[in-house]
């Protein structure tokens, strides 16, 4: 009789939950700043409807994510790649990938991590204290 052999599970090190979400907010602040400030160095910024909109909904989005919110941790991805498509196709004007790839590396992280989070595989030590 052949002896069977069981190979233990392979674990994965992945980062913490906490830190995942929290990469991915301080990303979010950052592409965000640094698109302000290259858009007001091009032209100036016009107190708009849309300039508000552009920045208090991701900062509400923010929060939540930060929070871990499941509706937020789809919500900004998806408000982000809705921004960028109105400003291709309904504005014409052109598309930071660099900032898509980047927010979309980070943002992706951090939701997977909030929906970890909800499924119940973190510790106590990954709520964050706000």
Known sequence: MPLLVR???VQILAAPIDQRVRHACWATVIILAWSLVAESA???IA???WTL???ALPAALLYLYWRRSR???VALPTF???M???QLFILHEGVAYFQLAVLGWFL???SSAIFEHHRGNSGPADVPSV
């Open 7 to 9: 190979r233990p599970p």
């Open 42 to 44: 091009q032209r100036p």
């Open 47 to 49: 107190a708009s409807l």
């Open 53 to 55: 909109i552009a920045l």
């Open 71 to 73: 509706i937020a941790a």
């Open 80 to 82: 982000f790649l809705g």
């Open 84 to 86: 960028s498509a109105i």
């Open 108 to 110: 992706a992280r951090g």
